[in-house]
């Protein structure tokens, strides 16, 4: 049987893990981040009606521009985002991808904090931009000063930021990603996939878009919006840098299906967006009970919690998996990571691990 070793593949792309989420379909999902509420039922009819328009003219490419969908994602933005300023693709693992074809690629470096998301490092491979990474702070913070110093000694052409991070739930505040883009002459990439679960009136890096051509600000609707199946990222940044990234999106990206569910979903935003208080209630419950188990959950201001003193991460996620619940080993010793899910869902996943806990020694003390 031929193995990927034996194919002819790029030297740089030797060795390298594909991105790995294990995706078993098991009865509590609480591995990847997904809200855990459905699309509500009115906005699903809204969106295939929508669908079924665009069904008439689908022989015909979409509009290549998606003008409509940019538009109405600037007025959910807001922060006087305009529709020039916008750009989308299928989820914002796009959005990466083809920052990473414009601004990275051979000879150039892209710098990650982690533990971060996974997916940058992952991207800078593919477009063959040498990853590079810098320390954080304690309890994960990034500092103004830890920022521009890494910037300086590593000169990188991209840097990458998360806000709040993946996996561990911690903001980068507003004077680490100024200062990061006067440190250097390349490009700020601030990822805020989870900006939505972030405490009412949060900063965001979208108020630091005037006068900062080398910043993009990216979202998603995977998470707070319950699309991921739908597959819609975005992001702000000056038009120009709209204009790069026309250089290397494929034609007819976006395809026609998808610009008419997200646009359907967006004139429901209110509505989609309902359950992201109840989901910030369920990841504030889990940070106390983690606490009371014996555990060291981080704060967080997304939708997942991380958590540290667990003597067998392996252990833990094989026997929470056997009981029909997933989570997220992030290779992090004595970490593990858990998605706030409806209610019911959290409850079992916290009884189930303080019944391991009794039978496991689950923690380290
Ligand atoms: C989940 C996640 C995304 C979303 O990716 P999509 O491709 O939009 O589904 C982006 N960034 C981070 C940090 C994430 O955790």
């Given amino acids: 049987m031929t193995s990927l070793d034996d194919l002819p593949i790029r ?15 098991v009865r509590v999902e609480l591995n990847v981040n997904e809200n855990p509420h459905p699309v509500p039922a009115d906005v699903v009819e809204d969106i295939i009606a929508r ?3 665009e069904l008439a003219t689908i022989n015909r490419y979409p509009d290549r521009e998606f003008v409509a969908l940019r538009t109405a994602l600037a007025k959910y933005l807001g922060h006087g985002v305009t529709p020039d300023m916008v750009w989308a693709a299928n989820g914002s693992n796009e959005i990466i991808q083809q920052t990473l074809q414009a601004f990275g690629g051979p000879g150039r470096t892209a710098l990650g904090f982690p533990p971060t998301y996974s997916m940058h490092s992952i991207m800078a491979a593919g477009s063959g931009t040498r990853w590079i990474t810098a320390e954080r702070d304690a309890d994960f913070a990034i500092t103004p000063e830890t920022a521009v110093a890494a910037i300086r000694a590593q000169q990188p052409d991209i840097v990458f930021f998360c806000t709040p991070n993946n996996p561990t739930g911690t903001p980068v505040s507003l004077e ?11 490009i700020v990439f601030v990822d805020e996939a989870y900006a939505e679960f972030s405490p009412t009136g949060s900063p965001t890096a979208l108020t630091l878009l005037p006068s900062r051509p080398r910043l993009i600000v990216s979202r998603t609707m995977s998470k707070a919006f319950a699309f991921a199946g739908a597959r819609v990222g975005y ?3 000056d038009p120009a840098v709209v204009d790069a990234l026309r250089l290397v999106r494929l034609p007819y990206h976006m395809s026609a299906l998808t610009q008419a569910a997200a646009l359907g979903a967006l ?5 989609m967006l309902a359950m ?12 106390v009970e983690l606490a009371r188990l014996g555990y060291t959950p981080y704060p967080s201001d997304a939708n997942f919690v991380l958590f540290g003193n667990v003597a067998n991460p392996h252990d833990v996620f094989e026997r929470l998996l056997a009981k029909g619940i997933i989570i997220r ?4 010793p004595n970490h593990l990571r858990v998605t706030a899910g409806t209610e019911a869902e959290t409850t079992e996943f916290l ?3 303080a019944t391991l806990n009794g039978t496991l020694n689950g923690t380290l003390n």
């Fill in 351 to 353: 009884e189930e691990l």
């Fill in 276 to 287: 992201v208080d109840d989901i910030k209630v369920q990841r504030d419950r889990l940070v």
């Fill in 51 to 53: 669908i079924r328009v």
């Fill in 11 to 25: 030297d740089d792309l030797r060795g390298q893990q594909p991105y790995g989420a294990p995706q078993p379909r």
């Fill in 329 to 332: 080993d992030n290779g992090i």
């Fill in 176 to 186: 680490t990603i100024a200062a990061a883009y006067d440190a250097f002459d390349g």
């Fill in 267 to 271: 004139a429901h935003a209110d509505e």
């Fill in 235 to 237: 992001l702000a940044a």
